[in-house]
């Protein structure tokens, strides 16, 4: 008994997508619950596969294969290669993830000389089996022959110029049969043999060239680029699928559709179709299709056909669906239905809606959406004041605003993107060959073809804004340019598209950040109800805190004080405490910085109130805060200089006046100030000197200063219990927690626990009230791993600062690893990932999840959360889930992202 390679659209399992590819799994699908689909079958990947591999199709196929096509001959009472009614076929690429025009499809596969003439005997339409005709000897000679598609283009050229017409709609049957003529010679001339006329082996050279396509230099830059791995698509396989044809005149046509608006995520009919056309001419944008909803009026029963076909097919899938359809002299049929790709705003909006329409549960509707693509609701838009006339306007295609250089191909702005510039590719259309370019853009703009051509449908997956079809500008790519009425925009030219109105500007027009949709809203409040872990923010300021919280941060995870060190008006009190020569000198400055920390807390926790805020004790070593060496040094040179200068000038001056008994004024500063600059410049550059470190980030910082300079950590916590104090005599409700980093055992916190004690005492008493906070610890040593249980006595927290952690477990010194040896080891697979972008599961992973276990052995109620920048990534998230932490904080503007992920994470281990 051979392997079965072959299965009837009948007979396949819809749900098997890695044996009978995407394409080829709905078509069973979709035969099986009755709708309209042409009778085929599938070739499987496995066929792929070995093909591939032995350079030969399975033994057996071409019978199995045989069989099918008299299966389908039963069916559909045609005959394939006959010449009465002749059965034609289409042979379709489909691998298990979608990969939208990488690979390769053959239509009107069946048709030679004989089959032709009856083609045309039976329709009676000679212009249409010459059309048919034509664009078989083409795609053929191109896909499975490997002739260059140029040379026929070249052809049909030739025939519209001498026959005056702008598109194939005006050719006659004369000139469709002149063309194909032409195109037998192409190939004849291109390949040295004639064109095939044995049906048996065109389908046989078909077949093979889909397989081959899976390893097209397209296909695998597609797979690259996107993270198809092996695991989620191997081979591609092939449909055979009987013929309808849309091109048999005004009573048929072809049409792609999405069951909602994939760029608004609206529920409504949406999509495109021309009349008497055939497959790929919509989605190639050779003309410009038509909305669907005009053919509620041209073809009204049609119209409801299709609505009808769009309401089973997402009621079937529980999806929104990408589909093709043809029609064939007044019948529907579908070609084909996928998951629709949609932008980020689609897919929010739609997971909402369908929750409210019954079609899927809370969950599913969470689970429909990508964590990370919510970031694309990050992307900016045109700020609405902008008062500029758009040059030109074309179709919104992907929504988005995006400025940038002109280029007008795809080569040019992978060169100039991957410089760092930024760039809008401007193509007439953009084909599969141009997805580098798309890559390196910052948007896309195309002067033809629709809301469903290449260049739309590859901008929405990636979330570029992409405006086509702006019939007003007119590119030529030869030349580098492209003409929009009188003006010329040339290569390097800066212009501004809009994706969400089709607009297109010249020059750069500001963008302002987008709002929430109420339906974003929504949906991260279901996020919110579902998640287990809470998602907090890292934000230092008042500023940062208030975005986090418009973000639905439920409170901050990480507030670093050194960053509020860092404010002009108070750098130089930082460093005047720095410089302090004694004990009382370092009161003095901090004296002075108590109120501003004060004032930021008071401030940050009303903002937040009553959710937590965790401020963390100053981290940083304290020569962050001076100027380097060099850098001093300069300055001293410089200074020394100027004082020369000035003496000169003096006496140059003195001499002057003298002599003209004038009185010319000096502006110069004096020598005094000059001087008094230059000690205090020495005087910082011995202190850089004395503070220096082979290794900073291993130094004199974190808890080490806390307790080598007791005065600093206390001004600091009498900033947050005083403004905790204030802010409950304001009768707002607050819960600030003190985290001090650095920490290597429980000795430490002991230190710092005691002044907390001290100054909690004092300032209980002074305001008459009792203070709520929490006292905890950062854990982003190694040993602070190891003796968390110890640490768990004292801290009432812990928060993973996994950046540090990170670096202790691997040795690693970020910046060193990031720039010089880390690139390599994860192009080669040595490293899976960046361990500072995903968190390290199997080494820091481990250390967190012992942590863990001592700490709750300890105090069960311990908090456990983290405040490195992994806290945002959904992989590190989901980790975090499974380590049973309490929360992550993240950057206030990937919030939405970890409240989704955090949902996600509950939802996909707790099912
Ligand atoms: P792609 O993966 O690039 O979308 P398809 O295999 O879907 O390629 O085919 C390309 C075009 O040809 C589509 O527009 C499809 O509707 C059309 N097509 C494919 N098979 C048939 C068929 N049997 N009859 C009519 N049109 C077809
Ligand atoms: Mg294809
Ligand atoms: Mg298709």
Redesign the pocket.
């Known amino acids: 008994m051979s392997k079965k390679y072959v299965y009837a659209f009948a007979e396949g399992d819809g749900h098997n997508k890695p044996l009978l590819g995407g394409?080829g799994a709905n078509l069973c699908e979709m035969t099986q619950i009755g709708l309209n689909v042409?009778p085929?079958f599938v070739i499987t990947t496995e066929a792929c596969l070995e093909f591939l591999d032995q350079k030969a199709l399975p033994m057996g196929l071409l019978e199995e294969i045989g069989e099918h096509i008299r299966n389908l001959e039963q069916q559909t009472g045609k005959q394939f290669g006959g010449a009465d009614n002749p059965l034609?076929?289409?042979v379709?690429?489909?691998s298990a993830m979608?990969?939208?025009?990488?690979?390769?499809?053959i239509?009107n596969l069946g048709l030679n000389q004989e089959t032709l003439r009856g083609l045309i005997q039976q329709t009676g339409n000679q212009r249409f089996g010459y059309d048919a005709y034509r664009r078989f000897i083409q795609l053929f000679g191109k896909i499975a022959l490997g002739v260059d598609d140029h040379l026929f283009d070249h052809e049909f050229d030739e025939v519209k110029r001498a026959a005056g017409v702008k598109a194939d709609i005006g050719l006659s049957a004369e000139h469709l049969q002149d063309i194909s003529a032409r195109f037998l010679r192409v190939v004849h001339d291109a390949t040295g043999k004639p064109f095939p006329e044995n049906v048996f082996e065109q389908l046989e050279i078909a077949v093979k060239a889909v397989f081959n396509s899976w390893m097209g230099k397209r296909a695998i830059d597609y797979r690259r680029e996107f993270h198809i791995t092996p695991a989620m698509a191997n081979g591609t396989a092939v449909?055979v699928?009987?013929?309808?044809?849309?091109n048999m005149g005004n009573d048929s046509a072809?049409g792609?559709g999405f069951t909602r608006n994939p760029g608004t995520g609206e529920n409504e009919m949406y999509g495109e179709y021309l009349v008497n056309a055939?497959?790929?001419?919509?989605?190639a944008g050779i003309r410009t299709p038509k909305p669907v909803a005009e053919m509620a009026k041209e073809m009204p029963e049609l119209y409801r056909q299709l609505v009808e076909l769009r309401n089973k097919l997402e009621a079937h899938y529980q999806e929104v669906q990408d589909y093709?359809?043809?029609i064939?002299k007044g019948v529907l049929?579908c070609?084909?239905t996928r998951n629709g790709k949609m932008n980020a705003t689609g897919m929010v909006r739609s997971s909402v809606e369908m929750f409210g329409e019954g079609l899927i549960t809370k969950e599913q509707a969470l689970l429909r959406v990508n964590p990370s693509h919510l970031e694309q609701l990050l992307h900016p838009r045109l700020n609405p004041s902008h008062k500029e006339k758009p040059l030109a306007t074309g179709l919104p295609a992907s929504p988005g605003a995006a400025s940038g250089k002109c280029v007008f191909d795809a080569d040019q702005a992978e060169l100039l993107g991957r410089g760092g510039e930024k760039v809008i590719l401007v193509r007439e259309e953009t084909k599969p060959e141009d997805i580098h370019g798309f890559f390196a853009s910052q948007g896309i703009l195309t002067s033809r073809g629709g809301k469903t051509s290449h260049a739309a449908v590859v901008a929405r997956g990636m979330g570029k804004a992409c405006v086509a079809g702006a019939e007003g500008i007119q590119v030529d790519s030869r030349s580098r340019l492209a003409r929009v009425g009188e003006l010329t925009l040339r290569e390097g030219d800066i212009i501004t598209i809009d994706g969400s109105n089709g607009n297109v500007y010249l020059g750069e027009i500001p963008t302002i950040p987008p709002k929430f949709s109420e339906e974003l809203k929504t949906l991260l409040g279901w996020a919110d109800e579902a998640a287990r872990l809470k998602v907090f923010a890292n934000g230092d300021t008042p500023d940062m805190a208030a975005v986090a919280m418009e973000y639905g941060a439920m409170g901050i995870g990480l507030c670093r004080t050194e960053r509020m060190f860092n404010a002009s008006e108070r750098l130089p009190v930082v460093v005047e405490m720095i410089l302090a020569r004694n004990t009382e000198e370092r009161q003095a400055s901090l004296d002075k910085l108590l109120p501003m920390q004060r004032q930021d807390f008071i401030d940050m926790f009303k903002i937040c109130a009553p959710r937590p805020v965790t401020v963390r004790l100053l981290d940083p070593p304290m020569h962050e805060f001076l100027p380097s060496e060099q850098q001093l040094l300069d300055e001293i040179e410089g200074l020394k200089e100027y004082r020369l200068a000035v003496k000169g000038r003096a006496a140059a001056l003195a001499a002057l006046n003298a002599l003209q008994h004038t009185h010319a004024v000096n502006t110069d500063l004096s020598e005094d100030l000059v001087n008094s600059v230059i000690s205090k410049k020495e005087l910082m550059l011995r202190k850089v000197r004395e503070l220096h470190e082979v290794n900073p980030m291993l130094g004199h910082r974190g808890v080490r200063l806390g307790i080598t300079y007791p005065e600093i950590y206390e001004m600091q916590i009498r900033g947050i219990l005083e403004a905790a104090a204030e802010c409950v005599k304001d009768g707002v409700e607050v819960s600030p927690e003190i985290m001090v980093p650095q920490v290597i055992t429980a000795q430490e916190l002991k230190w710092v626990k005691a002044g907390v004690d001290k100054v909690r005492a004092e300032i209980e008493q002074r305001y008459g009230l009792s203070l709520k906070f929490k006292f905890g610890s950062m854990v982003e040593t190694v040993r602070a791993c190891c003796r968390a249980g110890d640490l768990a006595g004292i801290a009432e927290f812990f928060s993973f600062g996994t950046n540090d952690l990170t670096q202790a477990a691997f040795s690693f010194s970020r910046e060193d690893a990031e720039n010089k040896f880390l690139p390599l080891y994860t192009d080669s697979g040595i490293l899976q990932d960046n361990p500072f972008e995903v968190l390290d599961v199997k080494g820091v992973g481990v250390l967190m999840q012992m942590t863990v276990e001592l700490g709750r052995r300890t105090n069960p109620d311990l908090k456990v959360g983290i405040c490195g920048e992994q806290g945002g990534h959904p992989t590190s998230i989901r980790y975090c889930h499974e380590f049973g932490l309490n929360y992550v904080s993240c950057s206030p503007h990937r919030v939405p992202i970890a409240r989704l992920a955090a949902a996600h994470a509950k939802l996909l281990t707790e099912q």
């Open positions: 394409k042409p085929g034609l076929v289409s379709r690429s489909g979608s990969m939208p025009g990488m690979m390769d499809t239509l449909n699928v009987t013929m309808v044809f849309g072809t792609v055939q497959g790929e001419d919509v989605v093709e359809y043809t064939e049929y070609l084909q």
